[in-house]
């Protein structure tokens, strides 16, 4: 191996969706995907990164699919499930020698620290991994806008937005073979152009915010180490 590079960003806030987490079983947790998942959160901290980690719910729940149900329940429902899978995660790390804090924005004081900004700062400080569940803390905002939020609340330098697709394209690569790959976009073409890649309330988070956003594919779970060292995964979404 070659000797170790600096990183490029001091401090990431890591948005991993609950799909991510299920791997191909595509609800619930899947062992293999999320211990490849922590390995490469593990390398990113041994390489002197500050991280913190912003988990989803919906390899258990999707508030949105809920019908007939209550948005603002449904939500809180969700939100819960995020709980289980940071906890997961936090298990996980832990298993490998790393030293983990799972902070909520609902209190549950017998599982979890209540969020509070000073605290989680300290623990970067001290080298620990913070995981922040329960999105927000309130309905009608989704996790990516808990993302942006704390990821402006903790001043990181970038968002790392893992997805099931290798960066932000014009269509659905999926469904369009022709469809053109962006290197970098700013909000207001994410805006403009409806591209779905966050809700707009998270846009404007990071927009007012000044903060980027790396969105990669999570097939290749070393991205995340990639992209915190700098090198181009992805797609990078600026001002």
Not at 154 to 176: E, H, R, S
Not at 190 to 209: E, G, P, W
Request: proline share 4%.
């Amino acid at each position: 191996m070659g000797e170790m590079s600096a990183p490029k960003y001091k401090r990431i806030l890591l948005k991993l969706s609950g799909e991510a987490l299920a791997g191909s079983k595509e609800t619930g947790l899947d062992m293999p995907t999320v211990e490849k998942i922590c390995e490469s959160i593990k390398k990113t901290a041994d390489a002197g990164v500050q991280i913190g980690i912003v988990v989803g719910g919906g390899n258990f729940w999707r508030g949105r699919d809920a019908v007939g149900s209550d948005r603002a329940r449904a939500d809180h429902i969700g939100m819960l499930a995020t709980t289980m899978n940071a906890l997961f995660v936090a298990d996980v790390l832990e298993s490998l020698g790393c030293v983990v804090r799972v902070q909520t924005a609902i209190t549950m004081q017998q599982v979890a620290e209540p969020f509070i900004l000073g605290k989680a700062l300290r623990h970067f400080e001290k080298g620990r991994i913070v995981i922040f569940g329960c999105g927000t803390g309130n309905p009608f905002f989704s996790t990516d806008s808990a993302a942006s939020l704390r990821a402006a609340e903790l001043k990181a330098d970038v968002i790392l937005k893992a997805t099931m697709v290798d960066g932000i394209y014009d269509k659905d690569p999926k469904k369009f073979p022709d469809a053109k790959k962006f290197d970098t976009l700013t909000y207001h073409d994410i805006l403009v152009n409806k591209l779905q890649v966050m809700d707009s309330a998270a846009a404007a988070i990071c927009t007012d915010n000044d903060v980027p956003i790396i969105v990669f594919n999570l097939d290749r779970p070393d991205n995340i180490y990639d992209a915190a060292m700098g090198k181009p995964v992805g797609t990078l979404v600026i001002n």
